[in-house]
């Protein structure tokens, strides 16, 4: 078994205090015989002698063995093999964790909409719907033009353009000649003045194309060369109706648009 030897450990040589020179040497190491002289004790003599008292063992001696061996300078094999880990974690472990978040990341993720520079048309604006105008002799209805102005004038119906540059009227007759007689009353009704009509025809009217006979040529109508458009219209039976309007020259295609869609309109109830 180990341990030191007995007495309590490695304690100074015998007759000593500590580990002196050899005996019979002066008081220091020097040069060994035949030595050259640099090699000596520094100047004074005496050499590196040992401190007072001598190098004494600790006490109670160096007991239980031997002193373990100075540690090296650098890291440990711990420490390396901690860093290899590490290394080994962020280029391999640690990249497939990231492959792996990247795949499947834990919350949803925002997906942006493609910016389209092509704005989106603008919506088209409804068209207004007329009011069905009804007659009983005869038995028949059509749509006043829309956002025109509606105004009962005797037996007639008269509507005027939101601008008053068009003029649409109807009436109803049963006796031949009569519509003879309702065209020259139109003119006051309707706010004309001279007419000249230059030209007439047949034709047919409304839904379901009733015939009729149309004239047309110009007025005086908030001034000189407005259009004028009559038809006497049969939809059956003895009682007839009288279709006209007047576009003054102010007006636009917009204004016969709006009569003509009335007029087309013309059905029986």
């Known amino acids: 078994m180990g341990g ?14 500590g580990y002196g020179p050899p005996p019979g040497a002066p008081g220091g190491y020097g040069p060994p015989p035949g030595a050259p002289r640099g090699s000596g004790p520094p100047p004074g003599g005496g050499g590196y002698g040992p401190p007072p008292g001598g190098y004494g063992g600790p006490p109670g001696g160096f007991g239980g063995g031997p002193m373990p061996p100075k540690k090296k300078d650098g890291p440990s094999i711990a420490i390396i093999a901690l860093i290899g880990l590490v290394v080994l974690g962020v280029c391999g472990l640690g990249g497939c964790m990231l492959c792996i978040y990247v795949a499947k990341p834990d919350k949803p993720v ?43 004038k005797g037996d007639w119906g008269v509507f005027t353009s939101p601008d008053t540059q068009a003029v649409f009227a109807f009436t109803t007759f049963n006796r031949p000649g009569q519509s003879t007689v309702k065209l020259g ?25 009733f015939a009729a006979r149309y004239g047309e040529g110009q007025c005086n109508f908030h001034g000189p060369n407005g259009y004028i458009w009559y ?33 087309k309109s013309l059905q029986r109830r």
């Open 4 to 17: 030191g030897p007995p007495g309590g450990g490695y304690g100074p040589p015998p007759g000593g205090g």
């Open 110 to 152: 925002a997906t942006v909409p493609a910016y389209d520079p092509t704005p989106a048309p603008a919506p088209v604006p409804a068209v207004p719907e007329g009011t069905w105008i009804t007659a009983d002799q005869p038995y028949v209805k059509f749509l006043s033009p829309p956002g025109w102005t509606k105004n009962i």
């Open 185 to 209: 009353a139109a003119a006051n009704v309707m706010g004309l003045g001279e007419v000249a009509w230059t030209g007439s025809g047949v034709t047919s009217v409304g839904k379901e194309g």
């Open 231 to 263: 038809a006497t219209v049969d939809p059956g039976g003895a009682d007839q109706i009288l279709l006209i309007y007047t576009v003054s020259t102010a007006g636009n295609q917009t204004h016969k648009d709006a009569v003509l869609a009335a007029i």
